[in-house]
C-alpha cells in the first residue's frame, strides 16, 4: 500500500507539470516508479 500512495503522489505532481506523458505512464506501474523520479527531478532543477 506504501508503494501506491507514493506513486499516486508523484502522478499528481506530474499531472501538474504536464498530463499529456501521464497518459503514456499510468499502465506499466513499473515505468510510473522511474518516469515519476525523473520527472520529480525536473520540477526541482
Not at 34 to 44: N, P, Q, R
Request: proline content about 9%; glycine content about 12%; charged content about 5%.
Amino acid at each position: 500500500m506504501a508503494v501506491s500512495g507514493g506513486a499516486v503522489t508523484g502522478t499528481t505532481w506530474i499531472w501538474r507539470i504536464d498530463p499529456s506523458p501521464l497518459a503514456r505512464v499510468p499502465t506499466p506501474s513499473s515505468s510510473s516508479s522511474s518516469s515519476s523520479g525523473l520527472f520529480v527531478i525536473h520540477l526541482t532543477g
